[in-house]
């Protein structure tokens, strides 16, 4: 299958970097602040984003989802399925914590600007109603 035949990725130092910054935030604000700092430097930016698209060809959406959900506190680690080998699984779980940071950090921008643009639509009603 070639989708057992795609690599996983190893980051980069400073890719690595965003993503425990993105991973050690504890609010959504912070986590989005991150990610928008990390995904300012466009080389970071393209290095994550290929790194999301392997990993997504490579254990496909499902496998994406499994990875966020192994990642909560108690949950058993994210190691591939039976397309990863046991010495490979380590790897596996690292990158799958990097993948779920990496969806993390995209979806607290995505929060974060939506409630921006709401509180914004609710003051200018407010100034249209005066």
Do not use: C, Y
Not at 46 to 58: C, D, H, I, P, V
Not at 78 to 86: H, I, L, Q, Y
Not at 104 to 126: D, I
């Amino acid at each position: 299958m070639q989708a057992d035949a795609t690599g996983i990725p190893k980051l980069s130092e400073r890719a690595q970097i965003a993503i425990d910054a993105a991973s050690a935030a504890k609010t959504d604000k912070e986590r989005a602040e991150a990610w928008k700092a990390a995904t300012s430097d466009k080389a970071v930016a393209g290095e994550l984003t290929a790194f999301a698209a392997a990993m997504e060809k490579r254990f496909g959406a499902d496998g994406v989802r499994a990875m966020v959900r192994a990642d909560q506190p108690g949950a058993k680690a994210f190691e591939g399925g039976a397309s990863v080998a046991p010495a490979e699984r380590q790897a596996a779980a690292e990158a799958g914590r990097a993948m779920a940071a990496v969806k993390r950090g995209e979806r607290a921008l995505g929060n974060v600007g939506q409630a921006e643009r709401s509180v914004e639509r609710e003051k200018q009603g407010a100034r249209l109603k005066q």
